[in-house]
């Protein structure tokens, strides 16, 4: 599905295998994410939701980290 930059040096990377969708943060082990909605994900892991935002054309932009009561916006680079 991706990968989402927050800082230059901060990167996850979406990986779908099957119906399964995993989240590999940089320098992480890769972690299942969980659906609660289309856009809205969880991790069972570690408390931390993921929002993936679409534009006006249904394509994704960015997601947006949810981790520790704060918010950070992970751009589309791939």
């Known amino acids: 599905m991706g990968e989402y930059q927050i800082t230059p040096d901060f990167m996850i990377k979406i990986i ?8 590999q943060p940089t ?37 947006v980290l949810h981790q520790n009561k704060v918010d950070q916006k992970a751009v589309k680079i791939k």
Do not use: C, P, Y
């Not at 779908?16 to 989240?23: I, M, T």
């Not at 969980?34 to 997601?63: I, R």
């Open 16 to 23: 779908v295998e099957g119906n399964r969708v995993f989240a």
């Open 27 to 63: 320098g992480q082990e890769r972690l299942e994410l969980f659906a609660e909605t289309e856009a809205d994900f969880f991790l069972e892991a570690v408390d931390a939701q993921l929002t993936f935002v679409k534009d006006d054309k249904g394509q994704v932009t960015h997601a």
